[in-house]
């Protein structure tokens, strides 16, 4: 992880071994609720709402790179936050980071 003038942004959030592959966990930083997922041993993270309507993408089934809302089944990429089926929903995703087995993330929304 390199030093900018936006460290502010970088927040540590867990250790490495408190996610394991497969697996999901929801933290709220900065006044974020975010969705944090262990994808093969990488880490991603984006939005936990739902933009349809509000569900908790952290309690959805995740399926390789996928997570499906588990109100209403929409998927979403979980490297990108957009939504898989080419309606035009997605959430917000953040970079994420482990240096010294320690994961950040990194509030700014990601632009792409």
């Known amino acids: ?23 999901a966990r ?3 930083v900065k006044g974020k609720n975010i969705a944090i997922f ?19 993408l952290v309690k959805g089934r995740l399926k390789g790179y996928v997570v499906n809302c588990p109100w209403h089944d929409l998927q979403f990429d ?5 939504g898989t089926d080419g309606g035009g929903y997605c959430v917000a995703s953040y970079d994420v980071h482990v240096k010294d087995e320690q ?8 632009v792409m």
Not at 40 to 55: M, R
Not at 103 to 110: A, E, I, Q, S
């Open 26 to 28: 929801s933290i709220k």
């Open 103 to 110: 994961v950040y993330v990194n509030t700014k929304c990601r």
């Open 38 to 56: 262990n994808v093969a041993g990488k880490f991603f993270a984006i939005n936990n709402i739902c933009p349809h309507e509000g569900g908790p």
């Open 78 to 82: 979980v490297r990108s936050g957009f």
């Open 1 to 23: 992880m390199e030093a900018s003038e936006d460290d502010d942004d970088i927040v540590p959030i867990m250790s490495v071994d408190e996610l394991t592959p497969g697996n």
